[in-house]
């Protein structure tokens, strides 16, 4: 096979962009029909060793799927290109709503467009999930973590980083002591490229070209942050900022959702840079624009540029918008350029090819959870707590549940997996019924 032009990647990436939606689970699908189906760039095994190693970094996976793909296709300039065009749309539209927030709170007729895709961002959700577990569960051994993973996290709320960790031993010690149960059929021994010639030959990359990496990467990120700590202060409200959300890029393994609950308790709590109800708000925002969910951080750095800038409120938050999103997002180019030449020496090896499928399977469980947790806050009201024992349990409050968006979602859902329609077009079919719905059934 030949080696894809880039023109040809950078409208892919375009493409990919537009259809962002959904959080990492259906924005992982969108890039695996794109690039796996429809133009065979990558075989299934090939995608899902990238996904795996990006499951294990902290950051927002599915941009760094992207960014992973387009180094893997065109070097550095092509992982540039797909991760900051990955993260381009949902940064102008929370740029935008965040603005509109802060200036009106008249939200109503955002909210009703929303509303819609809300409800069918459920239904991608969902249809995400049903397609990664046909393909991740491929074994008994990987059906079992993926259901201990899921209530491990349902149930008894352990740590993500906790269950990563687990799986990827479980996967070491089961190919060393029962390799036909773990080892995936032919060892993993394929050709270096998996078979494509459009992926790059990865053997010169040493650790001194790690170390450029380190240092120029490293360098972009922390540049600002250095900056304003000396120029401004600590206490500055752009310094704090920064740092916070420095550290926030390192710690936040397991995507947006494990990191979420951190952010919040710091950014209103400790920080006060908002109230519990505008981060609730944010969050809503992000669940339905396009882009990484975790750039909720940017909706959350124009209240406090916007409100403590020391400036005026617009230049503010355009300001620190920039800035939370730049630290952000930087150290996902870092951990993708510096990692991925070492991951790719050693994708073929068996051992590790055990060690990765098992993390996809768990993951797979904990994105079953993801997907109950967003199910039943978009279509239900009303929740309450069942505690078994050590056990918590989510439960919806049945009359409480929104018919109009159950309705919605369970025809975008349809329409996505037995009909098999493009993803645009249901997104606005459901946000033209959810207007509906939301204005003449609901009396909005």
Not at 6 to 31: C, Y
Not at 120 to 133: D, E, R, T
Not at 227 to 241: C, K, N, S
Not at 403 to 428: C, Y
Request: with cysteine; glycine share 10%.
């Amino acid at each position: 096979m030949n080696a894809v032009p880039f023109e040809d990647a950078l409208r892919v990436w375009l493409r990919v962009a537009a259809l962002s939606f959904g959080g990492p689970a259906g924005q992982i699908a969108v890039m695996h029909r794109i690039v796996v189906e429809e133009r065979g760039w990558l075989d299934e095994r090939r995608f899902l060793h990238a996904l795996n190693y990006c499951m294990l970094l902290p950051g927002p996976e599915a941009m760094q799927l992207a960014t992973y793909i387009g180094w893997l296709m065109h070097g550095v300039r092509g992982g540039v290109v797909a991760g900051a065009l990955f993260v381009m749309p949902g940064f102008l539209s929370i740029l935008a709503l965040s603005i509109l927030y802060a200036s009106y709170r008249e939200l109503a007729p955002v909210a009703a467009l929303f509303f819609g895709i809300k409800a069918a961002v459920v239904a991608i959700v969902i249809a995400a999930l049903l397609a990664m577990a046909r393909k991740a569960l491929d074994s008994a051994a990987h059906v079992a973590i993926a259901g201990s993973a899921f209530v491990a996290i349902y149930a008894f709320d352990v740590p993500f980083p906790w269950i990563v960790i687990g799986a990827a031993l479980i996967g070491l010690v089961g190919a060393l002591l029962w390799p036909a149960l773990f080892i995936p059929p032919g060892g993993g021994l394929a050709d270096d490229d998996g078979g494509h010639g459009n992926v790059r030959n990865t053997r010169g990359a040493g650790w001194a070209r790690s170390l450029r990496t380190g240092l120029t990467w490293g360098g972009l990120w922390l540049a600002p942050v250095i900056a304003l700590y000396v120029l401004a202060g600590p206490e500055d409200t752009f310094t704090r900022l920064a740092v916070f959300f420095s550290h926030l890029a390192v710690v936040s393994f397991g995507g947006a959702y494990a990191a979420l609950a951190y952010m919040a308790q710091e950014a209103v709590q400790t920080q006060a840079w908002l109230s519990a109800g505008e981060m609730v708000d944010g969050l809503g925002l992000a669940e339905t624009t396009p882009g990484p969910l975790i750039q909720v951080t940017q909706f959350v750095g124009y209240l406090a540029g916007a409100r403590d800038g020391g400036m005026p409120p617009l230049a503010g938050g355009v300001l620190a918008s920039l800035l939370v999103t730049w630290v952000t997002f930087l150290p996902c180019f870092l951990w993708i350029f510096l990692g991925a030449p070492f991951i790719e020496r050693l994708w073929r090896h068996p051992v590790l090819q055990s060690a990765l499928g098992c993390v996809t399977a768990a993951v797979t469980g904990v994105i079953l959870n993801l997907s109950i947790w967003f199910s039943l806050h978009v279509l239900f009201s009303e929740l309450d707590t069942l505690a078994l024992g050590p056990a918590r349990l989510l439960v919806p409050v049945p009359a409480s549940l929104d018919v109009i968006a159950a309705v919605i979602a369970a025809s975008a859902l349809l329409a996505l997996t037995a009909l098999r329609q493009p993803l645009l077009p249901v997104l606005l079919i459901s946000a033209l019924a959810g207007a509906a719905g939301f204005y003449w059934f609901r009396g909005a």
